[in-house]
Every structure is written in structure tokens, then in C-alpha cells.
């Protein structure tokens, strides 16, 4: 049976390979089209948070995009932060994929929110160190929604006025511009070349939006001004603009490798998040399909990025937080500041009820363990196997933002270990004890390691299973 289908998708690239294809793919369809003479069926990986964010995505990421043919962002904007290293280099992306600084053809799909202006500060940031975005590395769902300074003014005005409910968003427009979206009133990249005909959709918009502002005491829309402001950046949006689906699509007939990178983490998931306190979009690797065009299965190896401790940037439960010295110091030897904001990380403990919820909702494959170095030197290192209510046990997070700011965490204690993780590259490397605590954080989240990330350093990583070889 196997064998059948590997000699139909060879047929298939093969015929793929005769048309004429779009300059956005690169040519070099001979390495996939071997790997598809040799019977070895590609398959794509997909990186999401398996915590709040900030788990350490970029390292990793920049690794599998290193080997991917395409790297797809599927939603969030740019309140994502991811920091890499390549060389001497440091680059901070929000909104690109990480596959750009290397030159890997990069898409961002049609379940992004869009901010053009952001796109084109963060371009030229990168061209100021070399990286040239260019329409041939980069590609843009015309179906994304936009971004607009009034979606960034909502936010805010929302923010400061909400009192005990402020959700400490990164006050970029995510949540108001989602909102637009679900609402049928967006104006999306495919308007940037229709600005003459966007008067009803104006309408729409400004009904919604003026009223809201005149709750604030905002003046309206000044919808001269916005138009103008489109039209300005118009230029430069357009010429990445395209039929994302398509050329995922036609990729995916050429056994290409895709990678799909996902921002925040699954507890920021609108739905599987810890409600309110969540970003306004899908962050679980189910997403993938529906933010690019691709179907649902599209995500191949899930792998899941969780901290060997635990930070969360923003309000909201965070049950094993250790707002005293403990917390202080994972913070100091963690570097726990956000990429985007600036903000300091709160920090603690690994919840173990935690990324196993996300492992299960997410459908992770294997985990990549980072920072584990934050935990040398410890004495004795915490997890959290169960909560507690008064009396009542629970091996879930309870879905009530109430119950979820009483649960009490119930904790394993393990011996620290002595000596460094620090740049292990093998498990000969790490102390006996290190590797105990990375195998009980297995068995508690039910999901096996895939990988360990010892420091920012590339090759300081322990690789268990490669996700590529699925
Ligand atoms: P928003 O996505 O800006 O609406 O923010 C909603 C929540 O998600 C806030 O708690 C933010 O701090 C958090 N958040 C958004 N993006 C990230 C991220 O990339 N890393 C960590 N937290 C994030």
C-alpha cells in the first residue's frame, strides 16, 4: 500500500516538476523530487508553545528552518517575539517567519493579522542588517485582515480603562483586529488594491468603530486620513501579496518540507487558554490548516516547546508563580524580559498539569525541553503534578478564571543536581540527576522528549528524535 502511494506522489512531482512555476518557488524541486524516486515520503513539522510564549521557540525554529524548504507563520501578529541568533548577529522578528533571516521562502498565511506598517519597519530593520525581504522569499495571503491604527488605539484605551480585567496585552491592535475580522467588517490585503471601492466595507467599519470611540470620548474615524494611509503603504504591501494556498498547495505536490511556525503558546489559545487572559487567536497546531489553506493534515510531526520552568508575561493564573527569590533568580539566569515589550517575565515552577493539557489539546508529538541550564544549581527542583480547592483534587486545569486563580499546586520535590547542563550536547553530558528530572517531566506530561536545548547556542542541544525524519 505504501509503496503505491510513494510511486503516485513521484508521478505527481514528477508532472509537477514539467509545469512552469512562479519565481516565489525555488527550482531546486531535485532534492525533493530524489527523495520521492527514493521512496522517502517528506513530511512537515509544526513548532508551537507548549506553555504561555516565550518558551524559547527561535532557536529551535531556526534550526528546522535551516532544513525546511518553506517556513509558514498560521496566525498571531506581530505581538509574537522571537529573538535569533545566527553568527554575531542577533535579530528580533515579530511578524516575519523566522526562515527569512536565512533566505528560506516564508509565507505568512491567511490566519495572520497583518500590521502593514510593522511589516515594513521590521524589513527594513532587517535590511539594515543585511537580510533583504524580498517578493521572491516572501509571500502574503491577500486574505490577511489588517491591522490599523485604530485597531492599536482600541486596544489600548481598552486596556487602561479595564481595571482588575486588563489583560496586559502587547496593545498592538491583535484582539480589536481579530475582532474586525470574525465581525465580516476587516479590510484585508486584497483591498489595498481596491482602496476605490472600499466605501461600503468603510461603513461597516466606521459604524462599529465610531461608536466605540465615542465611548472613549475618541473622535471618529478620520477616514480621509486612513484612506491616505493605506494608500501610501499600498506599494509596498502589494507586491508580496498572493494566492498563499496555492502555492502551499503546489509545494506540497513537490514533497517540499514545510515548517509551520506557531507564536504565543497553547495557554494564550483563545479557546484552550486560560480564558480571558489569552491572545485572540487559535495557537494550537490544529490552526495550521485553517491559517494557511493548507487542510487539516498539514501540521505532520507536532512538536511541542516548553521551558524546564515556567514564565508567563501579562495578567492571568499562573498557579506554581514564585513572586519571592526563587522567581527572582530563574528571571536573573533565564534573562525572563519580553522580546516585544520588554516586560519581565514572571517566573516559576514546570507545571506538569499544564503542558500535559497542552500536549492533549494541541496533539504534540514530542517535546523540546529549553533552558534546562536555568535549573543547575538548585537544591532541590519543584514540579507540579495536581491542584488543589479546599479539599477537591484536580489533574486538569478547572476552565473558571476564578477557580483557576485558587487552585493550589500540589508538588513533587526532586534533588537539584550539582555541576552544569550548560552546552550538554549528549546525555553523557548531563548529571545523573538532570537527566532524571527530563525523564519524570516525560512521564508526567505523557509525551516523550524530542529534544534538549542547553543554551542559545545552535549546536548546544540534545536531539532525541529529528522531527523532519518524523
Ligand atoms: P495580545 O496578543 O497582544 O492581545 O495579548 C494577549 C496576551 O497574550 C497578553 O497576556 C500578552 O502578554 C500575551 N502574549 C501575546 N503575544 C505573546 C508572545 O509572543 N509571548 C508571550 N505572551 C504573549
Known sequence: MEYAGEQRLFRFANKLHGWTHRAFLP???????????????????????????????????????????????????????????????????????????????????????????????????????????????????ETCPLILPIHRDLDGLREDASGAGKIGTTRRGIGPAYEDKVGR????????????????????????HDALRAGFREPPVDRDRLLHDLAEIADFVLPFA??????????????????????????????????????????????TGSGSGMGPGAAGFVLGIAKAYTTRVGSGPFPTEQDNDIGQKLGERGHEFGTV??????????????????????????????KLDVLDGFETVKICIGYRIGGERFDYLPPHAADQMRVEPVYEEIEGWPGSTR???????????????????????????????????????????????G
Not at 467588517?185 to 462599529?208: F, N
Not at 514572571?346 to 529549553?370: E, I
Not at 527530563?438 to 547556542?457: N, W
Request: hydrophobic share 40%; with cysteine; glycine share 12%.
Open 27 to 141: 527550482r531546486s524541486g531535485a532534492a525533493a523530487l530524489s527523495r520521492a524516486k527514493q521512496g522517502l515520503l517528506v513530511g512537515n513539522v509544526t513548532v508551537i508553545g507548549a506553555q504561555w510564549g516565550d518558551e524559547g521557540k527561535g532557536k529551535i525554529v531556526d534550526w528546522l528552518a535551516s532544513r525546511a524548504d518553506m517556513v509558514v507563520r498560521f496566525q498571531g501578529g506581530h505581538n509574537a517575539g522571537h529573538t535569533l541568533v545566527v553568527g554575531d548577529q542577533t535579530y528580533k522578528l515579530s511578524l516575519l517567519p523566522s526562515g527569512i533571516v536565512r533566505g528560506t521562502p516564508s509565507v505568512i498565511g491567511n490566519g495572520v493579522v497583518l500590521d502593514p506598517w510593522a511589516l515594513k519597519a521590521e524589513v527594513e530593520r532587517l535590511s539594515e542588517q543585511g537580510v533583504e525581504v524580498t517578493p521572491q522569499v516572501l509571500r502574503i495571503a
Open 185 to 208: 467588517r476587516a479590510i484585508r490585503v486584497c483591498d489595498l488594491a481596491h482602496l476605490g471601492e472600499l466605501g461600503p466595507l468603510l461603513d461597516r467599519l466606521c459604524a462599529h
Open 242 to 287: 498572493g494566492p498563499v494556498w496555492r502555492d502551499l498547495d503546489e509545494a506540497r505536490g513537490r514533497g517540499r518540507r514545510i515548517l509551520f511556525e506557531g507564536a504565543q503558546g497553547v495557554l494564550l489559545d483563545v479557546d484552550h487558554g486560560t480564558y480571558p487572559f489569552v491572545t485572540s487567536s487559535n495557537t494550537v497546531a490544529g490552526t
Open 341 to 370: 515589550t520588554g516586560r519581565k517575565r514572571r517566573c516559576g515552577w514546570f507545571d506538569a498539569v499544564l503542558v500535559r493539557q497542552a500536549v492533549a489539546v494541541s496533539g504534540v508529538t514530542g517535546v523540546a525541553l529549553t
Open 423 to 469: 552546552g550538554a550536547r549528549s546525555w553523557a553530558d548531563l548529571p545523573a540527576r538532570a537527566i532524571k528530572y527530563v525523564r519524570r517531566v516525560e512521564e508526567l506530561i505523557r509525551c516523550p522528549v524530542a529534544l534538549v536545548s542547553t543554551s542559545p547556542e545552535r549546536d548546544d542541544t540534545i536531539l532525541v528524535r529529528d522531527p523532519f525524519a
